[in-house]
């Protein structure tokens, strides 16, 4: 597959895909264990102690891992003729929901990272491996289910076969329907945009319609240009949205069912809609306590962007989000 590089994508669908999934998704361990599970353990994710300094680290059980993806397609989701899509993974973040403290840590994955990926041939069966940009694991299969899971498999492989739980991806219209139904969001804009979209002006403002999708999509002619400088822009706006969306949600009944309808048709989710709805009330409250991003290098290869992660963070992190010493 040719290699290409994105320079605009859709990072910002983890941040505003936090409406349906912060107040909807948390507690999936606790209530339906039994029943929503299947999908990942059909995927035969592999869960292994680990070693490091002579203690002994154990996987997580008290945790529910939920995978966001933002795809670059526009319009509602559709399928493929054929086991190759246009549609990259251009925002890729796990949402990890701890029980024991009833919160929520989101692990923000940079696209242009470089890593191992499976490639799905003809009739959707493994065709080997490729080595490329987290972002094209999704174009391999129709961009639907099989898509979700080439990329599900793609980053539990990067994560020492962690199990992810649920999957939710979509696509990039959504993005000013969710920002515009809690009202708008308001940023401290630092970069100049003035080359994407003048109505962006430096300093606090609310953000309206595709201001939204500019501010956490856009890198070309912003700033350095660089996606590490656009996750931290996608980071300032998941605060301020969560707080709009919160008031939203407390003070109208109708407001996160009416809301999901609306995007209904640009999603590809592994949940129904009757388990979104029975834990809304439940675990709307989760805490959302750190937003992470793996530590490394950007450096420009010969036709794109790439990232290589830091392998002594990396290690460090996947230890401490998703095991446990053994006591």
């Known amino acids: 597959m040719k290699k290409r590089m994105r320079i605009i994508d859709i990072a910002s669908a983890v941040l505003i895909l936090l409406l349906v999934i912060v107040m909807l998704y948390s507690g999936l361990q606790i209530l339906e264990s039994t029943v929503l599970r299947t999908g990942a353990d059909e995927q035969g994710f592999v869960s292994r102690t680990i070693t490091r ?9 008290d945790i529910t891992v939920v995978m966001v993806l933002g795809i670059d397609q526009n319009g509602p989701v559709q399928a493929s003729e054929g086991y190759i899509n246009p549609g990259a993974a251009d925002m890729a973040a796990l949402l990890i929901f701890d029980d ?25 069966k493994n065709a080997g491996t490729y080595y ?38 979509m696509n990039m219209d959504a993005i000013s329907i969710l920002n515009d139904a809690v009202g708008g969001v308001t940023v401290n804009v630092t970069d100049d945009f003035s080359h994407v979209d003048p109505t962006i002006t430096k300093g606090q403002m609310t953000l309206r319609g595709e201001q939204a999708i500019r501010f956490v999509r856009t890198r070309r002619d912003v700033g350095d240009q660089l996606n590490i400088s656009r996750i931290d822009r996608q980071k300032e706006y998941i605060g ?6 919160r008031s939203r949600y407390h003070s109208d009944l109708e407001f996160a069912a009416t809301t999901y309808d609306q995007v209904l048709p640009y999603i590809v989710t592994d949940c129904s809609l009757n388990t979104i709805t029975s834990l809304m ?12 991003s793996p530590a490394g290098e950007n450096v420009m290869g010969e036709e794109y962007y790439e990232f290589y992660a830091d392998e002594d963070a990396l290690d460090e992190l996947i230890l401490r989000l998703f095991y446990a010493p053994k006591e």
């Open 240 to 245: 301020s949205f969560l707080k709009k969306f």
């Open 53 to 61: 300094d002579g203690v002994s680290y154990y996987p997580r059980q």
């Open 281 to 292: 009330d439940r675990y709307g409250d989760y805490e959302i306590r750190e937003v992470v």
């Open 132 to 169: 490329g940009q987290l972002a094209l694991s999704h174009t391999y299969g129709s961009g639907m289910a099989d898509s979700c899971e080439n990329t599900r498999r793609t980053i539990s492989n990067f994560l020492y076969g962690i199990r992810i739980d649920y999957y939710l991806a």
């Open 100 to 124: 024991a403290d009833k919160s929520c840590t989101i692990l923000q994955l940079n696209r242009d990272t470089m890593l191992e990926m499976p490639v799905l041939g003809v009739g959707g």
